[in-house]
């Protein structure tokens, strides 16, 4: 399998840093981080993206003037010309189980993991199945 360009947005740097080097170890996947949704467009018209990693909850992001979360950040890339088919894993500490459907719907992505992730043989797993696809 070839190396895949992931992006990792999450406001947690410690967290995002361990996250990344897990991935990168595992699977052998390069790993851009970042929590500004500007940059997350830039990157993901520029071809820069394989798959996005997407943590729900991002305080203090904002997209043309809006305050954002995770989830809306999602909608509006799969509603994008350009970026909709991108593959989007959605990576919250506070959903329940039983939020998953409403999650991946309002947002459009295509996964959802809890954090913490306990299983990140499954993450990549799931990583390369999407890009794949």
């Given at each position: 399998?070839?190396?895949?360009?992931?992006?990792?947005?999450?406001?947690?740097?410690?967290?995002?840093?361990?996250?990344?080097?897990?991935?990168?170890r595992?699977?052998?996947?390069?790993?851009?981080?970042?929590?500004?949704?500007?940059?997350?467009?830039?990157?993901?018209?520029a071809?820069?993206?394989?798959?996005?990693?997407?943590d729900?909850?991002l305080?203090?992001a904002?997209w043309?003037?809006?305050q954002?979360?995770?989830?809306?950040?999602?909608s509006?890339?799969?509603?994008?010309r350009?970026?909709?088919?991108?593959p989007?894993?959605?990576?919250?500490?506070?959903?329940?189980?039983?939020?998953?459907?409403?999650?991946?719907?309002?947002?459009?992505?295509?996964?959802?993991f809890?954090?913490?992730i306990?299983?990140?043989?499954a993450?990549?797993?799931?990583?390369?199945?999407?890009?794949?696809?």
């Amino acid at each position: 399998m070839k190396s895949l360009k992931v992006l990792l947005v999450e406001d947690n740097l410690p967290l995002a840093k361990s996250t990344a080097k897990l991935i990168q170890r595992l699977g052998g996947h390069q790993v851009k981080l970042t929590d500004e949704p500007k940059t997350v467009f830039e990157l993901c018209i520029a071809g820069e993206v394989d798959i996005i990693l997407m943590d729900i909850n991002l305080p203090g992001a904002s997209w043309q003037g809006e305050q954002v979360s995770g989830t809306d950040l999602s909608s509006l890339l799969k509603n994008n010309r350009e970026t909709a088919s991108i593959p989007i894993i959605l990576l919250t500490a506070y959903a329940m189980a039983s939020e998953r459907e409403s999650l991946l719907t309002n947002s459009q992505a295509n996964e959802f993991f809890a954090k913490p992730i306990n299983d990140y043989n499954a993450l990549i797993k799931a990583i390369e199945q999407l890009v794949n696809d």
